[in-house]
């Protein structure tokens, strides 16, 4: 054996082997280097690796076999002899490998000193990753949302991992929509890595074929790459397999409990799969036709497998969505989270979906104690630490908690996971603007979610904020719902923006248009029903008010107190003041006793749609029209009081104070106040559609108050005029507008 080794040192066959391997690592560079920044195919790497692996076993042979001599290539003998001509030879080979390692050695010098700086996007953490949609190449109709739906999966498993940072899908299908490169898309989202495929279904064989590269995003190398063909249902091997295969090449190690996580399976039935899988392309945009479709899918998916977990965990979220977003009642809306979560529960109690699903019922529908919300919720991030919907909501829980400092750390973290999600953004946004005052860092948060596309829950944010103080922008402020809307011209949230705006403009025809348009199309939404009361007490319309309050009592079982508040606003606006005050009484029983500004702090809103002493200022207004001065001025008292509280807590709710001095009578602090709360504050909110709408009507006889409100609706058409222009110049103006406003 010592005279074989022997032989393979006399013939040079180490010497060979070591300029052949550092040579062809040096070749495997290039290509590859050569490759990303030229945009060459993946296969020619994969094609110099195979041929240089194949090649290295002959080049052996051949050293073995022949020698390079002054006089050509010769046959060696039986017995290699230590010529001098094989002296040569070595000495050659030496020099060879020195200037091979000399190349190599350059090469590492200058990546290290030129690409220093690309060599980590993400400094904080190193296991950083985002998932890019897989390419569809299928031609299969919906085999988009199905390639979309398996990304998603793959990213869920990946989720799982406490040791790698994972962007959210919403965020990642965004920038992938963007051709942007690879680099930039990273940048973008912060992270080191990028997982990418393809995906080819057949229906007929029900066979599935994917392929995955996982990129190292710094200098755009494949660190791994593999190829799969299928039966269908073994889908779920491919997604551990692609997991587990991205944890080890990122050095993730796994916990006992993802480890397990990972071999888990949805379920069975690969027709509910797919329906399941085809539902996540829809449920990330909150409008009404894309939940309803998502619903309907899972919907299908459940009745072809009842013990499908996750799939009732989504459902009860979808529907929340869809009451809040589209046309759902209420009790629509209870019923099925509650058919669904009940049977989440059942199959499922400790998945994170299931968790979250929990948590959010149990907030929103039961208003439970927050303790356990909050427990529910922590653990489902425990078990999957990149949920950022779960962090979400666990913000929502500590902010109604009473721990807003702690409960803006998590909607951060939110926003991390998932920082093209408009609407994390948008309520981001809203805590620097309204409870830390940084106006500056609010508007960078949406503006990079506006500029990035025509966005519309953030530059509808915008819009509510310059809105009011310190801006009062109503010009700004349409435009942004405008531009908004183009891409979701009958969204219910826009189409009731522009008609609230366009009330507070006075822009009667064109809020008609989007009332009727919103009656068509959400017949059943409540933020629709309290905007359109509004636009009736606005232009007088009180027939067509009561009209549209029967309906709801009739078809929609709408509160009792919402009913009442609407029946009673409709009975003074008609001038019948005792039945106004009955039915307020008859529905609000504090306000036949005696009542204290604690009292009414404590007093639990009895909607969303209107403060719990809404009631009782409309009772003021009925008893001092009725003369009755002494009951009106000891509600006024307490109203005032409590008034005084909350702007202790926040200074800038300067409507409470303006409600304060109309309810106790006092003329000339309400024209002062109300002068400062416009023109100096730039707090223009609700206010002409108030004055129009004759809540402040006791005092019209008043010069002063009179003159303040001219100046009012002066500078309103000043506004008014300049949307108009806008409104022309954009195509969207209807020339009958012009008579119906008088402006001909």
């Given at each position: 054996m010592s005279n074989f080794f022997?032989?393979?040192?006399?013939?040079?066959?180490?010497?060979?082997a070591t300029a052949y391997v550092v040579t062809s690592w040096l070749i495997l560079q290039a290509v590859e280097t050569l490759g990303n920044n030229l945009g060459w195919p993946s296969a020619i790497a994969y094609w110099t690796t195979l041929l240089l692996i194949v090649g290295f076993p002959i080049a052996l042979v051949l050293t073995w076999l022949y020698e390079f001599t002054p006089q050509g290539l010769?046959?060696?003998?039986?017995?290699?002899?230590?010529?001098?001509?094989?002296?040569?030879?070595?000495?050659r080979l030496n020099h060879i490998i020195i200037g091979v390692l000399a190349v190599a050695l350059c090469f590492m010098l200058v990546e290290r000193v030129f690409f220093a700086g690309n060599t980590s996007i993400n400094k904080k953490q190193e296991a950083s990753i985002a998932v890019l949609p897989f390419e569809n190449i299928?031609?299969?109709?919906?085999?988009?949302?199905?390639?979309?739906?398996?990304?998603?999966?793959?990213?869920?498993?990946?989720?799982?991992?406490?040791?790698?940072?994972?962007?959210?899908?919403?965020?990642?299908?965004y920038l992938q929509d963007k051709n942007m490169d690879d680099l930039e898309i990273a940048k973008q989202l912060d992270v080191n890595y990028l997982l990418k495929g393809s995906l080819q279904y057949d229906e007929s064989s029900n066979r599935i074929k994917v392929i995955t590269r996982l990129v190292n995003a710094n200098n755009g190398y494949y660190l791994w790459s593999d190829a799969y063909e299928a039966d269908f249902i073994e889908i779920f091997d491919i997604q551990e397999d692609v997991s587990r295969n991205v944890a080890s090449q990122l050095r993730v190690q796994l916990q006992p409990q993802e480890d397990k996580a990972l071999g888990a399976k949805l379920t069975e039935n690969s027709k509910a799969l797919k329906l399941y899988l085809e539902s996540k392309n829809y449920t990330k945009k909150r409008t009404d036709r894309d939940l309803r479709e998502a619903i309907d899918l899972l919907n299908q998916a459940v009745?072809?497998?009842?013990?499908?977990?996750?799939?009732?965990?989504?459902?009860?979220?979808?529907?929340?969505?869809?009451?809040?977003?589209?046309?759902?009642?209420?009790?629509?809306?209870?019923?099925?989270?509650?058919?669904?979560?009940?049977?989440?529960?059942?199959?499922?109690?400790?998945k994170p979906e299931v968790l979250h699903a929990k948590a959010e019922y149990n907030m929103v529908i039961l208003g439970e104690d927050s303790t356990q919300v909050i427990a529910d919720l922590r653990k489902a991030i425990e078990l999957k630490p990149n949920y950022a919907d779960a962090y979400y909501s666990l913000n929502r829980a500590l902010g109604w908690a009473g721990n807003p400092e702690i409960a803006i750390k998590y909607l951060e973290k939110a926003l991390e996971l998932d920082p093209y999600n408009e609407f994390f953004a948008s309520m981001l946004a809203g805590r620097y603007f309204y409870v830390k005052n940084d106006h500056t860092r609010a508007f960078d948060i949406l503006d990079k979610i506006i500029e990035s596309d025509s966005s519309l829950t953030a530059a509808r944010t915008k819009g509510v904020m310059v809105l009011g103080e310190p801006y009062g922008d109503l010009v700004q402020a349409y435009k942004l719902f405008h531009t908004a809307g183009k891409s979701y011209p009958n969204e219910q949230w826009n189409l009731n923006y522009h008609l609230h705006l366009s009330n507070n403009l006075d822009l009667i025809p064109v809020a008609k248009e989007y009332g009727r348009r919103s009656q068509m199309r959400y017949p059943d939404a409540m933020y629709m029903f309290n905007s359109l009361c509004t636009l009736y007490a606005l232009t007088e319309e009180y027939d067509k008010w009561l009209e549209l309050v029967d309906f709801w009592v009739a078809d929609k079982g709408i509160d009792k107190e919402i009913e009442a508040l609407n029946r009673a606003a409709l009975q003074k606006g008609l001038g019948n003041y005792d039945?106004?005050?009955?039915?307020?009484?008859?529905?609000?029983?504090?306000?036949?006793?005696?009542?204290?500004?604690?009292?009414?702090?404590?007093?639990q809103p009895f909607s969303a749609f209107y403060d719990s002493f809404s009631p009782l200022l409309l009772y003021i207004e009925v008893l001092r029209l009725q003369n009755d001065a002494s009951l009106a001025d000891?509600?006024?008292?307490?109203?005032?009081?409590?008034?005084?509280?909350?702007?202790?807590?926040?200074?800038?709710?300067?409507?409470?104070?303006?409600?304060?001095?109309?309810?106790?009578?006092?003329?000339?602090?309400f024209v002062k106040k109300l002068g400062e709360k416009y023109f100096v504050k730039n707090d223009r909110?609700?206010?002409?559609?108030?004055?129009?709408?004759?809540?402040?009507?006791?005092?019209?006889?008043?010069?002063?108050?009179?003159?303040?409100?001219?100046?009012?609706?002066?500078?309103?058409?000043?506004?008014?005029?300049?949307?108009?222009?806008?409104?022309?110049?954009?195509?969207?103006?209807?020339?009958?507008?012009?008579?119906?406003?008088?402006l001909e």
């Open positions: 022997n032989e393979l040192k006399n013939r040079n066959v180490y010497k060979v010769k046959r060696t003998g039986t017995v290699q002899q230590d010529t001098a001509d094989n002296r040569k030879a070595g000495r299928s031609v299969l109709e919906n085999s988009e949302n199905f390639a979309k739906g398996l990304t998603e999966q793959i990213l869920n498993d990946l989720a799982l991992l406490s040791g790698l940072k994972v962007i959210a899908p919403n965020s990642s299908f009745k072809l497998e009842p013990d499908f977990a996750e799939a009732h965990a989504e459902l009860s979220w979808l529907y929340s969505l869809l009451y809040a977003y589209g046309s759902l009642t209420k009790e629509e809306r209870n019923k099925a989270k509650k058919i669904h979560l009940s049977r989440a529960l059942e199959l499922a109690p400790e039945k106004a005050k009955v039915l307020l009484e008859e529905t609000f029983p504090y306000l036949t006793k005696t009542i204290s500004g604690d009292e009414i702090a404590n007093l000891s509600f006024a008292a307490a109203f005032c009081e409590f008034a005084d509280l909350e702007l202790k807590e926040d200074p800038s709710q300067h409507q409470l104070l303006i409600s304060c001095l109309y309810a106790s009578n006092d003329t000339l602090s909110g609700n206010m002409f559609t108030d004055i129009k709408m004759g809540s402040y009507r006791r005092f019209e006889k008043n010069r002063k108050v009179r003159d303040l409100f001219n100046r009012i609706t002066e500078d309103t058409h000043r506004m008014r005029a300049e949307v108009i222009a806008y409104l022309k110049e954009e195509g969207d103006w209807d020339p009958a507008w012009d008579k119906e406003l008088g």
